[in-house]
């Protein structure tokens, strides 16, 4: 292996000479093994509900709810850290992210309760995610400059992104079933070892400016207006009017943060995004297909865990078992991205992801419900894998190739919260219409799965609606 400036990029002062695809190459792997990994902790928490709960005195509210803070914090501090790369540079915050991520998965590893879980997977890992993420797709995109290299370098980290979701049950619930659930917390820790190895090889295509201003009232109206929205949304299966509280208030902070970057804008001061952002209808079309992706893949893992564990019984290896479908098909899809972009226009690979998503959820509903044989539910969760591996790519390049480079750090980060609100929007509304209904069993599983397809058909409404060209 080559050292760093050769494996990748070289800075001169404050520009970047790209190196070839094929030097490039090298540096992919510490950032598509930092989006499996983090993506990987979004899921397999939700095959040791059970676990948890008997370790932990807790019930599975108190597991959804950890699950849920963690892609929540994410998502809430996803725009703020894409815009701290470019005062402390990329590489210092995937650092940094890093080890606040392996702190934090050794505090869970050892938590003697749930608070302290919370702590540990909620907060730490948040934290270090929502840093180490933006620089893993601003790194790739200012590496490639052409459409069908590009998709190679998504392809790669989405897919591994989409692995680390699908497999998180599958490799939770066997470290789970064969050690004990604190034993995944210590791989994550490990992971994040080699991790930082390999990231010897990156180096910063941009010089840091530590003058950049940073838009911390921004910040903070940002983070608390998605906070209050997805906590008003955990709130429906118990406290009607908590949560439509809630999510007026978060709506409110949410058009309170608008009118405040609309505001520095025309004072000629930076804001934590620029309005012009929203501006791009392809983006916006793109950004609503990444959200919808993510919301119904981690809706669907964690209805099918935690309906497998509590109505049917299954332990963590055996619910795990299940998922392989799933990563087998986001494995076949994703990892052909490259050559899937030469054949079809992006628009196609998303419309088509969704009808198979759609498709999935379809014959999860009737098979499940005509048959309790295991075996059941892998037709659905393959077709679901299948559709969303082939999507997470083109979804990303769509978005990422909106923008110039200058803008690559604000939209990254754009781009990575909408994605994990979506996740935590699975989490916390398909995984409130199971749990306020557990004791119906099949009924309550039903509902979570048939709201999942809906917002499946949005984001195929979506994807129609982009435009056809292969760019």
């Given at each position: 292996?080559?050292g ?13 000479s ?13 950032l ?71 702190i934090?998965?050794?505090i ?17 890992e ?15 995109t ?10 190679r ?17 599958l ?13 995944a ?35 903070v ?38 009118l405040?970057i609309r ?43 935690v309906f ?55 014959v ?30 083109p ?62 058909l ?14």
């Amino acid at each position: 292996m080559a050292g760093s400036a050769a494996a990748g990029w070289s800075v001169t002062g404050t520009s970047a000479s790209r190196g070839s695809d094929a030097t490039a190459k090298s540096p992919l792997i510490p950032l598509a093994l930092a989006q499996f990994i983090c993506s990987f902790a979004g899921s397999n928490m939700n095959v040791m509900i059970n676990d948890i709960g008997e370790d932990l005195d807790t019930t599975v509210q108190g597991v959804q709810g950890t699950i849920t803070l963690f892609l929540l914090i994410m998502a809430v501090l996803m725009i703020p850290c894409s815009k701290l790369t470019d005062r402390w540079g990329r590489k210092r915050c995937f650092l940094a992210g890093l080890i606040l991520y392996g702190i934090g998965a050794l505090i869970s590893a050892l938590s003697p309760s749930l608070a302290v879980l919370i702590v540990g997977n909620s907060v730490f890992e948040g934290v270090g995610t929502a840093l180490l993420i933006p620089p893993v797709y601003i790194l790739a995109t200012m590496a490639f400059d052409n459409i069908q290299s590009r998709a190679r370098a998504f392809g790669l980290i989405s897919g591994m992104g989409g692995v680390g979701a699908a497999a998180g049950p599958l490799i939770g619930g066997s470290i789970a079933t064969a050690i004990d659930w604190r034993a995944a917390f210590v791989f994550q820790a490990l992971v994040v070892l080699v991790i930082v190895r390999f990231s010897r090889r990156i180096a910063d295509p941009v010089a840091p400016d530590p003058t950049r201003p940073f838009d911390a009232a921004g910040a903070v109206l940002s983070a608390i207006g998605m906070f209050l929205v997805v906590f008003g949304i955990l709130q429906a299966g118990s406290d009607a009017a908590l949560m439509a509280a809630l999510l007026i208030a978060g709506a409110g902070f949410l058009i309170w943060f608008f009118l405040h970057i609309r505001s520095r804008e025309r004072a000629g001061k930076e804001p934590l995004l620029t309005t012009g952002l929203f501006r791009n209808r392809t983006s916006n079309l793109g950004l609503v297909t990444q959200n919808m992706q993510w919301l119904v893949l981690m809706g669907t893992s964690f209805v099918v865990a935690v309906f497998l564990q509590t109505v049917r019984g299954y332990n963590a290896i055996e619910t795990g078992v299940i998922f392989t479908s799933a990563t087998v098909g986001v494995l076949l899809t994703s990892l052909a991205a490259e050559r899937l972009s030469r054949k079809h226009s992006q628009k196609a690979l998303i419309s088509s992801g969704f009808v198979m998503t759609v498709a999935g959820i379809g014959v999860l509903l009737a098979l499940v419900g005509a048959s309790s044989r295991v075996v059941a539910f892998a037709p659905g969760l393959l077709l679901i894998g299948l559709g969303v591996g082939v999507m997470l790519t083109p979804s990303v390049n769509v978005v990422q190739s909106s923008f110039p480079e200058v803008q690559q750090g604000e939209i990254s980060g754009l781009s990575r919260s909408v994605s994990n609100l979506g996740s935590s929007f699975g989490t916390a509304i398909a995984g409130t219409i199971l749990i306020s209904g557990l004791a119906e069993g099949n009924r309550s599983y039903a509902l979570a799965m048939i709201a999942l397809g809906i917002f499946a058909l949005v984001g195929l409404a979506a994807a129609i609606r982009l435009p056809a060209g292969r760019g």
